[in-house]
DNA sequence: TACTGTGAAGCCTTTCACAGCC
DNA sequence: GGCTGTGAAAGGCTTCACAGTA
């Protein structure tokens, strides 16, 4: 079961746990893996994370599992984390910073090449060895650049904005901090990074817990990043 | 139909969605709103916008829609942002720093009352108004400011030790931005942030964008956060 | 007419059951 | 025995259709 037209989302969001935990294994030196090791430590049933993987393409062998090399490697590239991405990152405020001084992001198949804003403050100096351009330069620097991503982290106000210049400058996909749907024209792509989505998650459980809940409790949610 | 046990998920994330539009539905002084309205604005199904809210309890006027003011309080009721949780990050990095920075947790019913690292370089400086706290006093701090929330920004490395340190804190739910599972006791609440989950969604609709699609194009995904 | 509220249908995802393999 | 792979059943979420209301 390879490539039919659509993956299931949820396997996608799955898809970097499996990522992580693997990486995890790799350090220990083992050289293969079995889908009851990854569901064990991902607290997910088996048969869904067989499935999952075998979107990738990869196949195991009975009794044996998973070559662990080979299943890495075929979730990046099925996932597109074997080819460098350029991407620019719009808003250099505290968010915007902290995702520029991620080094790791090579590891999920992007590289941020340039950063913008527009406050005078932040416009010409140096943030993670990337200077800050004023966003005027954007379709310049995007075209010279080869840049085909942008990282929105500005205030909600200005995402909408920012989100046209960036797809008039040539962008395809649109990675989206702001708490803001964007609404562009549908050959770009726009992911949200959906931050509160998570926390209003865990704020429910939380209200749960007290009113009722004695004892009894599978109440753990969720599989990892 | 209001609380019987157990919200799907999915209404649980798209409640912050809603509360984000219904702010600035606010600011232009409007006196209520329909779900078509909602539904415009996000990309998604009226009936489904619907069918969320009824989870919180409210009741809306055929013809009219729904009293904005009441629609957003009892949304941030229902998950528990009208009251403040006391919440400490421990790991200010990057990530950590941009967090502390936010001041508008308050918002999402969220006080962050302290700051907790291990390296000599940040224990003792100020980030954001929180002087930041050695790990070792997590306990101590963690009950004399009544903390039931931890937020967990520290490298996948130490992730699993910090948690557990936070539990036996007394903390109640865990925020956990580090890209590990937790396995900790089912009466601790963990929520996952997720942060590649999006990356990877958005660069595999852009692998299948090459290969494929010469013009149709459906292809749009997600609320926002 | 313009909306809410809801039962029922449809669809997608997860889980189960089991065949195949070493 | 311990694992993969997969068709089929179950479950959950979304969408549809329509009744109710002002």
């Not at 075998?54 to 662990?68: A, D, F, H």
């Not at 992911?191 to 989505?197: F, R, W």
Request: charged fraction near 20%; charge should be neutral; hydrophobic fraction near 40%.
């Amino acid at each position: 079961m390879a490539d039919h037209r659509s993956v299931p989302e949820p396997t996608l969001r799955r898809l970097p746990c499996y990522i992580h935990v693997l990486k995890k294994v790799d350090l220990t030196g083992r050289q293969s893996v079995s889908t009851s090791d990854i569901s064990r430590e991902l607290k997910l049933d088996p048969t869904q994370v067989r499935k999952d993987l075998s979107y990738t393409g990869i196949v195991g062998k009975p009794r044996v599992g998973y070559p662990l090399k080979a299943l890495i490697e075929s979730i990046e590239r099925f996932l597109g984390w074997d080819e460098c991405t350029h991407a620019c990152l719009v808003g250099v405020g505290h968010l915007g910073s902290a995702l520029l001084g991620y080094d790791r992001f090579n590891e999920y198949g992007v590289r941020i090449v340039a950063a913008f804003d527009t406050s005078e403050a932040v416009v010409g100096s140096v943030v993670s060895d990337l200077t800050v351009f004023h966003i005027d330069e954007l379709a310049e620097v995007v075209e010279s650049l080869n840049i085909e991503m942008g990282i929105l982290t500005v205030p909600a106000k200005a995402a909408k904005d920012v989100a046209g210049e960036m797809v008039t400058s040539g962008i395809k996909a649109i990675w989206n901090f702001a708490p803001t749907a964007l609404e562009l024209g549908s050959d770009i792509i726009v992911e949200n990074a959906q931050l509160y989505a998570t926390l209003a998650v865990l704020s429910r459980q939380m209200r749960g817990r007290v009113k009722t809940q004695p004892k009894p409790s599978p109440l753990i949610i969720n599989p990892a990043t």
